[in-house]
């Protein structure tokens, strides 16, 4: 049965849930250039908050405590100290050429060998490696240096304590404790792998992601959650286990020193390493495994759920108690170049929609989902790190209050709910009608501007499928399936009179009929289920029925809701009939018999100040609300 929309609805006052997508908040992009920006956490804010953990150690509580709260289901083991393998890609990436020295200096001795029992070369100076189609060529810089090749596709370099390794030509490196492996990765580059065993490579993490001045508690769980995450996502497969940067953790060596053996700068701290050595071996344990324990700097008061059972998103009280605390909240700019960067190519933005959040916390929690809307299309953004923008964290708001979302809002089922469809479609000035106009089953727009109709055969932002004149502009429109052939179709209303077309094309009447009084409202539905619709009209709070498309009395005559009443038209049980519904500030009352009597469904859907319109968004024979917001 098709459904016709009856001109316009205007809401009244009452509160009712909104549907999902009036979520949907809209930025316009300021004249300054840049939104003013409130947020909260820095990072992810998954897994140990680390200023959480520093506001938990300043109120007294141990290590164990803080790592119980930010994973929860988790227990401690000890795994002793084993040797890991770094990759040093922040200082190195796959080089070329680098330089390796005794941390004592270049009067000191270093061996470079290439296992196995190879070729071996040992004394003091610096030596620059390179590497090409045969090997690594080796070049000792002192005074009557020597070059030396080796075979093969890596290379050791040690001495007693460590090795300093910089890029070739630098004026200082970085001491490193344990060995030094370089691995080939090109016919002519190579990769710098730190051997070092688990307690010596925290001291060079620790105070590199905490720092090494934050209380002990806070330090010792930055310890075990370091140690935990290095074995977690080690790579045993792979040349080296993980990297040094922050897309793993972050990892400084000791120290950096110059080529005389003088130590530049300390990387490592006492106070941190006191916290790896009072944690020495331990874990955070799931299931007969090493936990995933990832953290970040804040998250904001609210933990983020991970991908692990124990990384639970959950109220952080600890968050914001720490003194100093700059990153649970702040505030900042947003350049619009930030957003528009994400144009499809190269646009202009237009329009910055944030369409989701995750629903913790102040403002609705996290940014889950974006759009950009540009001069050149749309892009949806997804991701936590592209969704900040270049901000702290993806939770955040613009200070200015944001647009309010306009389009279509379609339900698919007679219930408080969200809506299933989503879009745009004609001009804010035009009347918006409904009908099933290529006989398809399914209910679709169509929009009245001036005395030009333009139907869509598809619930989707696009253009007209159809565009027609019919009638005058002042003619009230009405739209129903006149002859039962399926296919909905118009008519207008003109005084008393009613113009009735079977085709969806500028031409004239197919039935001309006068009926009930000309200020009555008027009303379009199949009342008796045989396939044609028919009108009917109210006058006060009394309905006049009428089963045939000809001049004469009403078949039914009844009562519904009250008089101030706004009423709809629909088959809400699927049955095939047309009944009533009223709608009364932001609550509907659906009943589904053509009598005088109580409702059968109660819902709310959308806001008060919404246009409500009635179709089959889905084609399964059963009639349900959307609404329009402008």
């Known amino acids: 049965v098709q459904v016709a929309v009856i001109g316009i609805l205007a809401g009244a006052a009452a509160s009712v849930a909104p549907v999902a997508q009036a979520a949907e908040a809209i930025y316009y992009p300021p004249a300054s250039g840049a939104w003013e920006v409130r947020g909260h956490g820095y990072g992810h804010g998954v897994?140990?908050?680390?200023?959480?953990?520093?506001?938990?150690?300043?109120?007294?509580?141990?290590?164990?405590?803080?790592?119980?709260?930010?994973?929860?289901?988790?227990?401690t083991n000890n795994i002793g100290n084993p040797q890991i393998r770094v990759g040093l890609t922040s200082t190195f990436g796959s080089v070329t050429a680098a330089s390796f020295w005794s941390p004592a200096g270049t009067g000191n001795a270093v061996a470079v060998d290439n296992g196995g029992g190879?070729?071996?070369?040992?004394?003091?100076?610096?030596?620059?490696?390179?590497?090409?189609?045969?090997?690594?060529?080796?070049?000792?810089v002192t005074a009557g240096g020597e070059t030396t090749r080796f075979p093969g596709n890596e290379l050791w370099v040690r001495t007693i304590n460590g090795v300093v390794a910089s890029p070739a030509g630098a004026a200082e490196g970085v001491w490193y404790r344990g060995a030094i492996r370089l691995v080939r990765t090109g016919a002519t580059t190579y990769d710098v792998v730190n051997h070092v065993?688990?307690?010596?490579?925290?001291?060079?993490?620790?105070?590199?992601?905490?720092?090494?001045?934050?209380?002990?508690?806070?330090?010792?769980?930055?310890?075990?959650?370091?140690?935990?995450?290095?074995?977690?996502?080690?790579?045993?497969?792979?040349?080296y286990d993980l990297c040094d940067t922050t897309a793993c953790q972050v990892y400084g060596g000791r120290a950096a020193v110059n080529p005389a053996g003088t130590m530049t700068f300390n990387r490592e701290s006492g106070s941190s390493n006191a916290a790896v050595d009072a944690t020495g071996g331990l874990v955070r344990w799931h299931q007969g495994a090493v936990a995933f324990t990832q953290f970040s700097s804040s998250n904001g008061g609210y933990t983020k759920a991970g991908s692990k059972p124990y990384l639970v998103a959950k109220p952080d009280p600890w968050s914001g108690a720490a003194r100093n605390d700059t990153v649970s909240s702040w505030g900042a700019q947003l350049p619009v170049s930030a957003v528009q960067a994400k144009c499809p190519a190269g646009g202009t933005l237009q329009r910055l929609v944030i369409t989701s959040r995750d629903g913790r916390g102040e403002w609705g929690g996290r940014i889950t989902g974006a759009r950009v809307e540009c001069t050149t299309g749309n892009a949806n953004v997804t991701g936590d790190a592209?969704?900040?923008?270049?901000?702290?964290?993806?939770?955040?708001?613009p200070t200015a209050p944001a647009a309010r979302a306009t389009g279509f809002f379609l339900s698919n089922s007679n219930a408080t709910g969200t809506a299933d469809i989503v879009f745009n479609y004609g001009d804010p000035g035009d009347t918006v009608l409904v009908g099933d106009w290529d006989g398809n089953r399914t209910d679709t727009l169509a929009v009245r501007?001036?005395?030009?109709?333009?139907?869509?055969?598809?619930?989707?932002?696009?253009?007209?499928?159809?565009?027609?004149?019919?009638?005058?502009?002042?003619?009230?429109?009405?739209?129903?399936?006149?002859?039962g052939d399926g296919v909905d179709t118009l008519a207008v209303r003109r005084g008393g009179v009613y113009y009735l077309s079977n085709s969806n094309a500028t031409g004239k009447a197919d039935i001309v009929m006068a009926y009930g009084n000309p200020d009555d409202t008027v009303l379009v539905g199949d009342w008796d289920g045989n396939g044609t619709d028919t009108l009917a009209v109210r006058r006060g709070g009394v309905y006049y029925?009428?089963?045939?498309?000809?001049?004469?009395?009403?078949?039914?005559?009844?009562?519904?809701?009250?008089?101030?009443?706004?009423?709809?038209?629909?088959?809400?049980?699927?049955?095939?009939?047309?009944?009533?519904?009223?709608?009364?500030?932001?609550?509907?009352?659906?009943?589904?018999?053509?009598?005088?009597?109580?409702?059968?469904?109660?819902?709310?859907?959308?806001?008060p100040g919404d246009e409500v319109i009635v179709g089959d968004w889905d084609g399964n024979g059963t009639d349900t609300l959307g609404v329009r917001r402008r």
């Open 47 to 75: 897994g140990l908050s680390q200023w959480g953990a520093r506001g938990a150690a300043q109120q007294g509580r141990s290590a164990n405590e803080i790592l119980d709260f930010y994973y929860p289901g988790t227990a």
């Open 118 to 140: 190879g070729v071996r070369v040992e004394g003091a100076g610096m030596f620059n490696v390179r590497i090409d189609g045969q090997g690594f060529v080796v070049d000792r």
């Open 197 to 239: 065993s688990m307690q010596e490579y925290l001291y060079g993490v620790v105070p590199r992601e905490m720092p090494a001045g934050w209380e002990a508690a806070a330090l010792q769980a930055q310890a075990v959650a370091a140690r935990s995450y290095a074995l977690s996502v080690s790579r045993p497969a792979n040349a």
């Open 386 to 397: 592209a969704l900040r923008f270049g901000m702290k964290s993806s939770w955040w708001v």
């Open 449 to 483: 501007r001036g005395g030009v109709y333009y139907l869509s055969n598809s619930n989707a932002t696009g253009k007209a499928d159809i565009v027609m004149a019919y009638g005058n502009p002042d003619d009230t429109v009405l739209v129903g399936d006149w002859d």
């Open 545 to 607: 029925l009428s089963n045939s498309n000809t001049t004469g009395k009403a078949d039914i005559v009844m009562a519904y809701g009250n008089p101030g009443d706004t009423v709809l038209v629909g088959d809400w049980d699927g049955n095939g009939t047309d009944t009533l519904a009223v709608r009364r500030g932001g609550v509907y009352y659906l009943s589904n018999s053509n009598a005088t009597g109580k409702a059968d469904v109660v819902m709310g859907y959308g806001d």
